[in-house]
């Protein structure tokens, strides 16, 4: 329970309990098996662009063509340059609860992966920097999209007892994209023709064509369907893909019920504007102010720093761009190895211990590096530069046991569908603090590096400490319920038990139904007489 805000009240886990007694595994049930399959292109996918892009910008600042064919730009025009993807994507926020209840998960998916493609190829044939800034501009603005809906799909579509994985493995997706550009770029960097920037960029559009491929062969969010009065065909895709596990026909029942009545409720309270859901009332304004929280979070937590190989390694004398190139591809590869387990094993622990280990231990890392750097400063002695090298690589497990591996795990759980099915807060309120954060990290770190070296670590020292106070202070546990279950945790348990009365009649009703559908076909049975 969060220290501060009103306590959290949760209903009787009995849909959650279902899952966690099925002894049965995904792999064993065809149909979930083959869903997991499909969702991997689909959605896991689509974090590949996004750590594409990253690692790409940041190893391209080591190319020498890239350099000089950009006219060798300044902190601040380099700024400019990585920050216009955030500011492409800061402006696309507001149409993404429109476009995404509209369309649904899967297609909004496709616009988002068809923008990308779009953006991709103009930064390939980039012809001046303004060309290049365009087309920043155009990545940035079509990955929300895609974000958003991707990992609500996930969430949505997968049993609940993998659920917190699956989400969890969206993030650590991005280290594979993240790999791939890391290991183009360092092949490439050597080119003399601008094809050693081009082609990288170039690459950036096949994880989009994954999606644009696959997307047609995955099933719609049932929640989507539900909210859309088409009840039959999310039954239909909830009885396929949850119903083969042990008490399959009971939980799918149970499922489809506690949506249903869950939707039924949100549809009371939602307001006519797509927006104006965010000062609704106290829980709601509740969430969103968790949502920003955790969107700032991710992304000032020093990671936004710690991408500035270049800069960083300058500082403690390594200058050489294959070292910083080798450097970026390792951690990357590090980042990955890690990511992946940490993602399986994460989402079994309470929420607030894996984000308050992460916190803390980033903390440790920085103040180890910071006392690093600064010696290096102070007494010029190369020594210094291995715990920089060193603590580089301890970083990444800190953060990805909680920033990485349980953002939209956590997202997820905290929000109510009618939210999450409009993009406003699944992703796109924290998606907004995000993006504002990377908008300041990529323009003004390289700045504040170059200006004041390694004193600019302090400030990151002294935030990670306020990060550490919020998660203790703010954040409520999620852990062990199901997303139905969760969805009206902090309005109370007058609320709760009206959805949930809801639920029992309509269980009820089925019931009565189906003893008279059975009595009728013991009449139809009888001889006639």
């Known amino acids: 329970m969060a220290i501060i805000g009103s306590k959290e009240h949760h209903v009787d886990p009995r849909l959650a309990s279902i899952a966690q007694a099925d002894a049965r595994k995904w792999y064993r049930k065809r149909n979930l098996r083959a869903l997991y399959f499909i969702l991997i292109p689909c959605a896991l996918g689509v974090e590949w662009t996004s750590g594409f892009d990253s690692s790409?910008?940041?190893?391209?600042?080591?190319?020498?063509?890239?350099?000089?064919?950009?006219?060798?730009?300044?902190e601040g025009r380099l700024?400019?340059?990585?920050?216009?993807?955030?500011?492409?994507?800061?402006?696309?926020?507001?149409?993404?609860?429109?476009?995404?209840?509209?369309?649904?998960?899967?297609?909004?998916?496709?616009?988002?992966?068809?923008?990308?493609?779009?953006?991709?190829?103009?930064?390939?044939?980039?012809?001046?920097?303004?060309?290049?800034?365009?087309?920043?501009?155009?990545?940035?603005f079509g990955i929300p999209f895609a974000i958003v809906n991707a990992s609500s799909l996930i969430g949505e579509l997968a049993y609940e007892k993998e659920r917190p994985t699956m989400t969890s493995l969206f993030s650590a997706s991005w280290h594979v994209g993240a790999i791939v550009a890391a290991g183009v770029t360092y092949g490439t960097f050597q080119m003399s023709s601008t094809w050693s920037w081009r082609l990288p960029s170039l690459l950036q559009l096949v994880p989009s064509l994954c999606q644009i491929c696959f997307i047609p062969f995955c099933p719609?969010?049932?929640?989507?369907?539900?909210?859309?009065?088409?009840?039959?065909?999310?039954?239909?895709?909830?009885?396929?893909?949850?119903?083969?596990?042990?008490?399959?026909?009971?939980?799918?029942?149970?499922?489809?019920?506690?949506?249903?009545?869950?939707?039924?409720?949100?549809?009371?309270?939602?307001?006519?504007?797509?927006?104006?859901?965010?000062?609704?009332?106290?829980?709601?304004?509740?969430?969103?102010?968790?949502?920003?929280?955790?969107?700032?979070?991710?992304?000032?937590?020093?990671?936004?720093l710690i991408s500035f190989y270049r800069c960083i390694l300058n500082l403690v004398g390594i200058t050489e761009n294959r070292t910083v190139q080798k450097v970026i591809l390792s951690n990357t590869c590090w980042g990955l190895i890690n990511a992946v387990p940490v993602a399986i094993i994460a989402p079994?622990?309470?929420?607030?211990?894996?984000?308050?280990?992460?916190?803390?231990?980033?903390?440790?890392?920085?103040?180890?590096?910071?006392?690093?750097?600064?010696?290096?400063?102070?007494?010029n002695t190369t020594t210094a530069a291995i715990p920089v090298l060193v603590f580089i690589f301890v970083y990444s497990p800190f953060y990805n046991v909680g920033w990485n591996s349980l953002v939209y795990t956590y997202m997820v759980e905290i929000f109510p569908y009618s939210q999450r099915a409009k993009g406003i807060s699944i992703v796109a309120v924290q998606q907004l603090t995000v993006r504002f954060a990377v908008f300041f990290n990529t323009y003004v770190n390289p700045i504040a590096l170059d200006r004041i070296g390694w004193k600019y670590y302090l400030v990151y020292c002294a935030w990670i400490l306020v990060e550490i106070a919020t998660v203790y202070l703010l954040f409520p546990e999620t852990h062990n319920r199901t997303l139905e279950e969760l969805s009206f945790m902090f309005e109370g348990r007058e609320v709760q038990e009206k959805v949930q009365n809801k639920v029992n009649k309509q269980l009820e009703q089925e019931q009565i139904e189906q003893i008279e559908q059975s009595a009728a076909i013991e009449t139809s049975k009888k001889p006639d007489v």
Not at 62 to 69: F, H, I, L, P
Not at 109 to 121: D, E, Q, R
Not at 129 to 140: E, I, K, P, Q, T
Not at 370 to 376: E, L, P, Q, W
């Open 220 to 304: 719609e969010s049932p929640r989507f369907l539900i909210s859309a009065d088409r009840a039959d065909e999310a039954y239909a895709i909830l009885q396929k893909y949850h119903g083969e596990g042990d008490n399959g026909e009971e939980f799918v029942r149970l499922e489809f019920a506690q949506i249903q009545s869950t939707i039924a409720e949100e549809k009371e309270n939602t307001k006519a504007f797509v927006w104006a859901d965010v000062y609704r009332d106290p829980p709601m304004r509740r969430r969103f102010l968790l949502a920003a929280i955790v969107g700032f979070f991710t992304q000032w937590s020093g990671n936004g």
């Open 79 to 140: 700024g400019l340059l990585n920050a216009m993807y955030s500011l492409g994507a800061l402006m696309a926020i507001p149409f993404i609860p429109t476009v995404s209840q509209y369309l649904g998960r899967r297609w909004t998916i496709m616009v988002g992966s068809f923008m990308l493609c779009v953006g991709a190829g103009l930064q390939a044939g980039s012809r001046n920097s303004d060309m290049f800034l365009a087309s920043r501009w155009v990545l940035g």
């Open 56 to 74: 790409m910008m940041n190893s391209l600042q080591a190319v020498a063509s890239w350099v000089e064919y950009f006219d060798n730009p300044t």
């Open 348 to 379: 079994h622990f309470r929420r607030r211990v894996m984000f308050l280990t992460c916190t803390i231990g980033i903390a440790v890392v920085y103040t180890v590096w910071t006392v690093a750097s600064a010696r290096f400063a102070i007494e």
